[in-house]
């Protein structure tokens, strides 16, 4: 059996690590306060039996299972149920409920680990060879729909597991450009380039289980992407093993090459091939980083002042403000009220308040974070240039560092919590988005009236809050997570909430999503976002590039139906089914 | 008449501004120095007379011409020769030689000039529905070969020239976002925006005379990328006519949607369609923006400053050094050395290096230009960051405002030399390439080694001379600029130099070009860029995105054989000729 490492079968993170609020004593009211849920009273499911699963059979044949076990080896190819269902699903909340709820409609057949790029290529071209799927897995931490094979696909599915290629193989350390293997999860590649002195200041909230490879594949942006930029901007070179030969995108700063390939891999989610290497911009440890606190009377001031810090001379490292609601949420979740904490949040920030806003009321206050980096003397001026603007928005500067542990403490820990609601009969995710400036304050109020709409029509308490991760020049990113409590059915109810938000983005002029991909998830959404003709374009890239709909097949966008469009071969012996958006179902 | 202005029709700029150099004593030994012409005694050519063109008669037909003229009215739809001749080539020497040696081997049929994105769509929709090919028209400095005819096609040609559409429609000041027609040329938008306290920060050495949309289109850089980004950093949103509808990218600060349409289009010089709008960032005008002046002893120590400066905290807006040749020309071409720059260059700068350096050899020395703009405090503390790294890397600052201007007085001045230096018997042009920090030295000398071998081959006096034109993190841009005496065949001579430079940067690991695209001209290495994979990739993108080639055909790539790729559909009443690079000619 392989050595690599997965997280459980049905949720975040490795065995024996989950959330818990024995430490928090402000988050069982807060739960009952948000979606009616007394933790006190409810009861919380036990772990799933892996044996009540009902997972289908592989249909790969002994030949096909030899010559991949030719490749890689015995050790390394297997059609084991448990390998089979990790493989299934990324870790979104569907796919939680999907596995709890015993609905496994399609697995791979076949998961395999090349040690090597060779190994992938010969991988690649034997399943092409014999017409079947491939889908590659990284972290398994995806949570567009991005890993599901098809139900409706009859072909043999290849999981391509990525897990071996972990490796940072060489730091040019004149140009900051590190390369590192696809497979290498956050914590693994960061150790690597640590060592040698070297960062990649890409921390995305799934850092601890997802890989450079997935990051590229969806586009992923990181807490300290304001500095360090999205993954778009880190990836400078790519290799990608594609049908009879790898593509190869040499390093290079910018270039005026024709439209760019670099660009079409990113975001690519498997479709184009895979990626078996980056080489990323990597930068030294910074001498100095830390992470400070504001709070703002009100959601427009706070956006105010990160629109004028983004369009000022200052660089921060990380620019984040919450809404009301979820810096009342990040209050609740605080460990144990001691020193500093509560001192804060129960006798100074009131009294502070009174004073500066001249009122008690804190149900409008907003918390924001935001990242200073460098040598300590620039770290410094950038903090006194934003901290000029944040006063003239009426914001206040939390003095001490505990804010910024608050922060560091808290930042992978969401995963988690999602698991244990599920436990206890909620659900929570995520929907996450960019529009410019002029446009967050009514994306933001649209996506709360269209959750509460949801709510309404299906006739339950839920929740919703918010908070602005990115900014960039022109605008920025805004993260929502929603939750409740759910009645008959899961699936049903959180598609209701899902796409009433996923609406009212695009009915907003807000993309679908800002760094976590398309996959099944925002596909049906992605013609109002670029509209069809851009679709149009995007489906003659699959089409041209994969003319047998062997990679990843149906992922961003549906497998198009054989009589369109009139240029394209149909594919060999494929089903006529067109794809159901799963967010439909 | 159409109101549009276009250059001469065999030269850059327009009617009665040229380079000169009675003002610039040190220009002519220069010359005599570099490529052994002597100014004094060679004759100049005369401005070439339109009438001894041969030029072919129009294949467009009555009733396409009638169809043409009905969408945008007779002013506006032209067969006429001379607006037929001036939208056959761009300006790169190539174009020049070829326009002043009477090789016009295929015009466009017909100029279109329609006055908005809809008469644009009627047009496009005309065309293809009479199968006739569409090639854009901004502001024709192409210098890449991307606006001229294929010489085999048989089908009417149209140059749809975007002049009428020139204006900034709007300006989301909170977002600092500019919705900016196709057509408008630098100094007009850039005037637009000045009027309302906003710049767009781009600024390419053919501003005077190219527009957005042909930014968009070649994917260009500016003198001040490093603080404004490239042209592919400042278009966020696009709007692009495809037949039957427009693609439409609303402006988004980042997105996840998938692999980037928007970074499909950037670079895509018209082979995706006529680029209609750019929605572009805009910033407000800095109160500060100083361009200030080094000496570094040599390359070497200027390269290594440069890469410290890009690594460190600094924020340049322009980061700029000339190599010992280029420096030298710099110098000689100087305006009439009075005051400040005679002490500087003739007395002062010796002595300092005398003293620095301890001698007072100049032929190693390098000009460097850095740029700071922002807040007068912020500027200030910039210079601050960056000198003290000047100084480790040996260099010295030179006080005072001369230099600045210098740079201003010059920088838009390049393209008129080269029409001068051919008028003298001379060609002058120019090739730039991007690679990591790690490589430069090696593409730098690399490019002079090959040119050199060119002109030995030929047997002539050749000058190579280069600068270092935008940073990034991992890399930077070189410039290359080079020159010599033409013997017997302008053109062959031409091939053989521009052949040997570019070969050497895909053989260093460098790109084929930085920000002035591929066209016909650098299309041969495309392949060795970008890896055949990529080369695959790009070509199902445009066969599935114009099935027929009516867009630009035989661009960025040549036209595909009739018998490949198997899935695309043959192209209706084409040619079977596959396009011959021009540079193999």
Do not use: C, W
């Given at each position: 059996m392989t050595d690599v490492k997965h997280m459980k079968w049905w949720g975040w993170g490795v065995d024996g690590v989950g959330f818990h609020y024995e430490d928090k004593p402000g988050f069982a009211p807060f739960v009952k306060y948000a979606v009616g849920l007394d933790l006190l009273t409810a009861t919380r499911a036990g772990e799933p039996s892996f044996s009540d699963l009902?997972?289908?059979?592989?249909?790969?044949?002994?030949?096909?299972?030899?010559?991949?076990?030719?490749?890689?080896?015995?050790?390394?190819?297997t059609t084991d149920d448990m390998a089979r269902v990790v493989h299934t699903y990324g870790k979104s909340i569907r796919d939680l409920m999907r596995v709890r709820g015993n609905l496994i409609l399609r697995s791979p057949d076949v998961v395999?680990?090349?040690?090597?790029?060779?190994?992938?290529?010969?991988?690649?071209?034997?399943?092409?060879?014999?017409?079947?799927?491939?889908?590659?897995?990284?972290?398994?931490?995806?949570?567009?729909?991005?890993?599901?094979?098809?139900?409706e696909e009859k072909r043999t599915i290849v999981s391509l597991d990525l897990g071996r290629l972990s490796k940072v193989i060489d730091i040019d350390t004149d140009s900051g450009l590190a390369r590192i293997q696809a497979g290498a999860q956050g914590p693994d590649l960061e150790a690597q380039l640590n060592a040698q002195g070297w960062t990649i200041g890409h921390f995305p909230d799934s850092f601890t289980h997802s890989t450079i490879g997935g990051w590229v594949a969806t586009r992923s942006s990181g807490m300290q992407s304001d500095k360090y930029g999205d993954i778009a901007d880190i990836a400078r070179g790519l290799r990608v093993v594609r049908p009879g030969g790898a593509l190869v995108l040499r390093p290079l700063p910018s270039t005026s090459s024709g439209p760019s390939v670099r660009e079409m891999i990113l975001g690519s989610e498997g479709r184009l091939g895979v990626i078996t290497e980056v080489t990323a911009q990597v930068h030294r440890i910074p001498a100095k980083r830390d992470v400070y606190a504001y709070f703002f009377p009100n959601w427009e001031a706070g956006i105010a002042a990160m629109q004028e810090i983004s369009e000022s001379d200052a660089a921060p490292s990380i620019t984040r403000i919450s809404d009301a609601r979820e810096t009342g949420f990040s209050l609740a979740t605080s460990k144990d009220r001691k020193g500093l904490d509560k001192f804060m949040a129960g006798t100074l920030l009131p009294w502070i308040m009174s004073v500066a806003w001249g009122k008690k009321n804190l149900d409008q206050i907003c918390l924001s974070f935001i990242g200073y980096e460098g040598s300590p003397s620039h770290a410094k001026r950038q903090r006194k240039l934003v901290e000029?603007?944040?006063?003239?928005?009426?914001?206040?500067?939390?003095?001490?560092?505990?804010?910024?542990?608050?922060?560091?403490?808290?930042?992978?820990?969401?995963?988690?919590?999602?698991?244990?609601?599920?436990?206890?009969?909620a659900a929570g995710d995520v929907s996450e988005t960019a529009a410019p400036w002029s446009k967050l304050n009514q994306v933001h109020d649209a996506a709360y009236a269209a959750a509460q709409g949801a709510y309404d029509q299906i006739g339950i308490q839920g929740w919703i809050m918010s908070h602005m991760s990115h900014s960039y020049h022109s605008g920025a990113c805004l993260y929502f997570t929603f939750a409740f409590v759910f009645d008959k059915d899961p699936i049903a109810e959180y598609d209701v909430v899902k796409k009433a938000i996923q609406q009212s983005f695009v009915d907003n002029d807000a993309t679908i999503s800002h760094h976590h991909g398309v996959g099944l998830e925002h596909s049906p959404w992605l013609s109002e976002d670029i509209s069809p003709e851009g679709v149009k374009i995007m489906a003659g890239l699959f089409a041209s590039s994969d003319a047998n709909d062997n990679f990843n097949p149906g992922k961003i966008l549906p497998r198009p139906k054989v009589t369109t469009p009139a240029t394209r071969k149909p594919a060999a012996k494929k089903a006529p089914v067109a794809r159901k958006p799963a967010s439909k179902k």
């Open positions: 009902k997972v289908g059979k592989s249909n790969a044949t002994a030949a096909f299972v030899k010559t991949l076990t030719g490749v890689v080896g015995a050790k390394h190819v395999v680990y090349p040690a090597d790029e060779a190994e992938v290529q010969k991988i690649v071209d034997a399943a092409v060879a014999a017409n079947a799927v491939i889908i590659p897995f990284g972290g398994g931490s995806n949570i567009g729909g991005s890993l599901e094979p098809m139900p000029k603007i944040i006063r003239k928005h009426k914001g206040l500067t939390i003095i001490g560092t505990g804010p910024g542990v608050l922060y560091d403490q808290k930042k992978f820990d969401t995963p988690y919590l999602r698991d244990f609601l599920l436990d206890m009969g």
